[in-house]
């Protein structure tokens, strides 16, 4: 092998390694959110992404060695030593490996998936009393109301932490999905339902929220900010939300509704009854669980 060759060979390694390693190490830059949860909830989703990807890679990396190998041993060319078997059809050693392992790593994947999926159904800790909070999805922003504190906000929402926090889920316009990555998965905001998502964090800090579902032309704006802190620190920032903020009226409300961007906003009480009536106005008065999960009697 001349000089040239081997240079030209050894920058092809080079290259693909450096390819191999920026691939399994791109979750660990910090935009990839998902990758550095600070509750139990985003820990668990986590531990089984990596799962996932162990397992995908059980598949994927020796089917590409193994590519890479039968293409090198029976390659045409002259002198090749590699056995020439045409009337070759089939082998039940082969059949039992490439049906039988892609089984067991579906079985695997699935058995760990479903036990996590029922287990993010219900608060991810029982320490503290959940705290409830009630979020709309509004074109183009989002809505969060605090029924025990009677307060509520736009585009951030403040939460304790170390505190199991019960999101519940509607739309007063386009489907939508709820998104805070360092917390937890995301789940879809819809009219006319109430869609239930436990959420906890158990460090203080400020996290990125957005909708994961296109909403039209103010869609890139649905962002928002989970502000999470001491319970002794939320307890005094709702104290002061209601000594210092307006009221949401029904007039502001319906001001709300409309299809428009607007900056974070706080106000120290709202019109009873907003999330139930744009619940109620899309059907929901069919859902009975819905309707259970707010207090409510079916009917009612």
Known sequence: MDKTTYRKRSRTRKLGITAGLSLLTTGCGERYLVFRPVGPVGQVEKDLIILSIILVLAVIIPVILLLWRIVWRYRDVPGNPAPYDPEWSESHVLEVIWWGIPIVIVGVLGAFTVRDTFLLTKPPERTAAPLTVQVTSLNWKWLFQYPDQKIATVNYCEIPTNRPIQFILSANGPMNSFWVPQLGGQEYAMPGMAMRLWLQADRSGVYYGHGANFTGRGFAHMAFNVIAR???????????????????????????????????????????????????????????????MLGRSHGH
């Not at 939300?241 to 409300?253: I, M």
Request: charged share 20%.
């Open 230 to 292: 001491p319970r002794a620190e939320f307890d005094g920032w709702v104290q002061q939300v209601r000594h210092s903020a307006p009221v949401l009226t029904r007039v502001g409300y319906q001001s709300l509704v409309q299809s428009s961007i607007v900056e974070p906003m706080t106000f120290s009480a709202y019109a009873p009854g907003i999330f139930e009536s744009a619940l109620l106005k899309e059907g929901g008065m069919y859902m009975k669980r819905d309707l259970t």
